[in-house]
T-cell receptor
Framework: GAVVSQHPSWVICKSGTSVKIECRSL??????MFWYRQFPKQSLMLMAT?????????EQGVEKDKFLINHASLTLSTLTVTSAHPEDSSFYIC?????????????FGPGTRLTVT | EDQVTQSPEALRLQEGESSSLNCSYT??????LFWYRQDPGKGPEFLFT???AGEEKEKERLKATLTKKESFLHITAPKPEDSATYLC?????????????FGSGTQLTVLP
């Protein structure tokens, strides 16, 4: 149980294009999902908190117009990197909180490796 | 400001050589301390949650303990497959989101 998937697992795109990453909770409902980015040999940095049916909450320094988050259902959140640049290349990881189960544990997806050329 | 510090940054052990990883924290309103394992190129895998000082949890060769200022992840007789980065995170009661703040991790290598 408590499986979170991400799609795609890796993507290469050209500078200036947009890329969408999906995060799904497969066997539980998640009113809250979180998006992190991780640079090589560094820890996870929270980018934003995604709430089903409402606007995402972004961490300080994260451009909300560049990183568009949509949490359209209790099992799906998407992160769109708009007008991507090489410095956006990173490992993006989502997590989902099992709010219905009452444990409030966070379960992480396998991550998406984004490379912008 | 909430801070989570993990030490050492890297640890190399021989198979069977027990050791401990440290996670010290300075937070206001701790609502849980979490340990995760992360393999290269993958997302973190949940290991333990600890909520109060004195609490201990075990899973196979791993045992996590918690005090008011730090947590330890004890690894008993490790095997090469225990090689991974171990992340510690704290949940603080920030508004209603209850976000996790991560430490920088300890990269563990267990040599056969």
């Amino acid at each position: 149980g408590a499986v979170v998937s991400q799609h795609p697992s890796w993507v290469i795109c050209k500078s200036g294009t947009s890329v969408k990453i999906e995060c799904r909770s497969l066997d539980f409902q998640a009113t809250t999902m979180f998006w992190y980015r991780q640079f090589p040999k560094q820890s996870l940095m929270l980018m934003a908190t995604s709430n089903e049916g409402s606007k995402a909450t972004y961490e300080q320094g994260v451009e909300k117009d560049k990183f568009l988050i949509n949490h359209a259902s209790l099992t799906l959140s998407t992160l769109t990197v708009t007008s991507a640049h090489p410095e956006d290349s990173s490992f993006y990881i989502c997590s989902a909180r099992d709010t219905m189960g009452g444990t409030y544990e966070q379960y992480f997806g396998p991550g998406t490796r984004l490379t912008v050329t | 400001e909430d801070q989570v510090t993990q030490s050492p940054e890297a640890l190399r052990l021989q198979e069977g050589e027990s050791s401990s990883l440290n996670c010290s924290y300075t937070v206001s309103g701790l609502r849980g301390l979490f340990w995760y394992r992360q393999d290269p190129g993958k997302g973190p895998e949940f290991l333990f949650t600890l909520y109060s000082a004195g609490e201990e949890k075990e899973k196979e060769r791993l045992k996590a303990t918690l005090t008011k200022k730090e947590s330890f992840l004890h690894i008993t007789a490790p095997k090469p497959e225990d090689s991974a980065t171990y992340l510690c995170a704290v949940r603080v009661n920030s508004g209603s989101a209850r976000q996790l703040t991560f430490g920088s991790g300890t990269q563990l290598t267990v040599l056969p």
